[in-house]
């Protein structure tokens, strides 16, 4: 399922994912079929965001603009959202058939449950797919997004400063979910075995959480592609190497590259390079995985108290934070669910550390 604030086609779109590190952009070419185009990744100054929002809109734009520049990349750009100021919330209503008297109670639900003025806001909704205990009881439940008018506009105005055409703001969840819905490792839907009665009624899929672990953690819970639960936590992959920089005085650029070497997978001792630095990236690397183990346990708890939530099946984790070694097991061991680190097979031909940067880019450049 895909959710946009204001969209328009176009055959080639570039997905665009800002975080506090990088800036990352792919190519997405639609003509018939679905093919991956060009991609980058910039680096960016230190303070150019902050827990996704926009600090520098200057030195953003300038960046983004010499990325385009030196990659070719299409003008026709969908960019991600994923800060505390998007609300995304699944509502139940009644069944109504009038697409426009349906907007309008969602409009009116929405203004009762979500913690945000509407006059101050962007609004849209998507109905989710047909459930037959809902149809049957009269109701259908859709998925409302909300974010703050300012910083949809701020956004905006930073993409058009670096000579592009934003044809959507999406918010990045969904382009996760996009992403990892042709990820080979998925479970197939319930009722897919060949030897299934064809006249059973399939039982519903599992549910899947996907965690994204960037400069914030980005989670989702998605069934069958559409998005069940959304929380961005304001702790993540950067919150860990900034803690290693302060410790041993070191770059952050320095202390990413330290945590990557280092891991949580092999011995300590076996860890090539300055012990002291080898000891203290591992010390940091696991207090972070545990706290990012809680804040994954802490979705799952509020999630599962909502009415009609799915069970957890398994939890898919990719980003930036997927390719330090050992993390998918040491979050394993912490939560009792079965982990594994998730890749779209369109990105197969990269390298790990930029397939995994730029899976949520790929997925933003999906049609929703």
Known sequence: MGLSLGARKAKTIVGLDIEAATVAATEVVTNGDVRLGRSGIAQLGSGVTREGEISDPEALSAT??????????????????????????????????????????????????LAMPLEQSVLDWQALRPDPELQAAGKRDVVVVAARREMVTSLVRVVREAGLRPVGI??????????????????????????????????????????????????????EGDCLFTRVSPFGIEGIAQRLAERRELTLEHSRQWLAHVGVEDPVESVDGD???????????????????????????????QEN????????????????????????????????????????????????????????????
């Open 64 to 113: 983004i603009k010499e990325l385009f520049t030196e990659q070719k990349l299409s003008r026709n750009v969908r960019v991600g959202i994923a800060n505390q100021r998007v609300i995304v919330r699944t509502l139940r209503m009644p069944r109504i058939e009038d697409e426009s008297e349906l907007d309008s109670a969602i409009r009116f639900q929405a203004q009762e449950e």
């Open 170 to 223: 999406d918010v990045s969840a969904f382009g996760l979910i996009r992403a990892m819905a042709t990820d080979p490792g998925a479970p197939p839907p319930a009722g897919a075995s060949p030897d299934a009665d064809p006249a059973a009624v399939p039982s519903p899929a599992p549910a899947q959480l996907f965690c994204c672990l960037g400069d914030i953690t980005n989670l989702a819970v998605a069934r």
């Open 275 to 305: 012990p002291e630095i080898v000891a203290a990236a591992r010390e940091v690397l696991e207090e972070g995985v545990a706290k990012l183990a809680d804040e994954m346990r802490l979705s799952l708890d509020y999630y599962g108290t």
């Open 309 to 368: 939530a799915q069970a957890i099946e398994e939890i898919v984790v990719c980003g930036a934070g997927s390719v330090i070694p050992g993390i998918g097991a040491e979050l394993e061991r912490h939560l009792g669910h079965r982990v594994r680190i998730g890749r779209p097979p369109a990105l197969a031909g990269l390298e790990g550390d930029a397939a995994a940067r730029l899976t949520v880019p790929y997925g933003l450049a999906l049609e929703a």
